[in-house]
């Protein structure tokens, strides 16, 4: 039987709601990456300072132990390769190469479009919402259930390898590639490749 949330999971899945509100509605995108990196690294340190008992293995529990940034990293890469190679593949092929088209994307400058790829994304995204989600709500909602339903795929790659690091890189390469796609299928001769 499922138990309710306790006072601290409420909290931390309301003021992770209201941030995301805040975030996608009344900030400007320009301050979205300090933004996601400095709301991160807050719920990670209440976290630390509510949560955990301070047995020092706060980090390790919340995916963030240093000992294991070096293999985390080479999965993470491994596994981002396969999944970034899937991601051209279905922009590649014609049946489903229409859903990569957006004129927004098409517009972007060269300048933008390598910050969107190697900053915004990496960081403010796939970084800040793991996290967020992968590392301190994944860890909270891990002390008194046997599982977590959010982002299960990332979620199972974070507690396969013990880090949050891995899945940062897969959900950065993921959405990186998915960007670079949707630029090259919207451009200009957008019209003949579809």
Request: net charge positive; glycine share 8%.
């Amino acid at each position: 039987m499922p138990r309710g949330l306790d006072t601290r999971e409420a909290t931390a899945l309301a003021v992770t709601a209201a941030y995301n509100m805040a975030v996608n509605r009344v900030l400007p995108r320009a301050s979205h990456l300090p933004a996601n990196l400095t709301a991160s690294a807050l719920l990670l340190l209440l976290l630390l300072l509510l949560a955990y008992d301070g047995d020092g293995d706060g980090a390790r529990e919340l995916g963030l132990a240093p000992d294991r940034a070096g293999p985390d990293v080479r999965t993470g890469l491994a596994v981002g390769a396969i999944a970034a190679a899937g991601v051209a593949a279905v922009a590649a092929i014609r049946p489903t190469r229409r859903l990569f088209v957006n004129g927004r994307v098409r517009d972007h400058s060269t300048a933008e479009l390598v910050y969107h790829t190697f900053l915004r994304i990496p960081l403010a995204t796939a970084l800040g919402e793991e996290l967020v989600f992968r590392a301190a709500l994944l860890s909270l909602f891990s002390r008194r259930r046997s599982q977590a339903s959010a982002g299960a795929g990332f979620a199972a790659l974070r507690l396969r390898t013990g880090s949050v690091l891995a899945p940062a890189i897969v959900h950065a390469a993921i959405d990186g590639t998915a960007l670079l796609a949707v630029r090259l299928v919207s451009g200009p001769s957008a019209a003949a490749l579809a």
